[in-house]
Nanobody, 115 residues
Framework: QVQLVESGGGLVQPGGSLRLSCAAS????????MGWYRQAPGKQRELVAAITSSSSTNYADSVKGRFTISRDNGKNTVHLQMNSLKPEDTAVYYC?????????WGQGTQVTVSS
């Protein structure tokens, strides 16, 4: 069993930065891809960024150049550095461990971008 615990969300002004972290329990972390998803009110959950076990990354077009995903396999953590935040980045952000066919999800952390 794997547990994912997110932290680092909060309220930030437009143009500001936040760093989300996801801590994973268990020993399987390092062999799976990890991802950050987000879900805004009334919208579907969408992939924001993903990182493979070998640290290859991909990003949603809406966050390219502003967000950076990284992982530390020694500490079982994955991070999402978010810069130049916009009001449209407001959402609940979820950490994902891509264990098919049953991925693991964290409980989510709220990010609100507002002046």
């Amino acid at each position: 069993q794997v547990q994912l615990v997110e932290s680092g969300g909060g309220l930030v002004q437009p143009g500001g930065s936040l760093r989300l972290s996801c801590a994973a329990s268990g020993s399987i972390f390092r062999i799976y891809a990890m991802g950050w998803y987000r879900q805004a009110p009334g919208k579907q959950r969408e992939l924001v960024a993903a990182i493979t076990s070998s640290s290859s990354t991909n990003y949603a077009d809406s966050v390219k150049g502003r967000f950076t995903i990284s992982r530390d396999n020694g500490k079982n953590t994955v991070h999402l550095q978010m810069n130049s935040l916009k009001p449209e980045d407001t959402a609940v952000y979820y950490c994902n461990l891509d264990r098919k066919p049953f991925p693991y999800w964290g409980q989510g952390t709220q990010v609100t971008v507002s002046s």
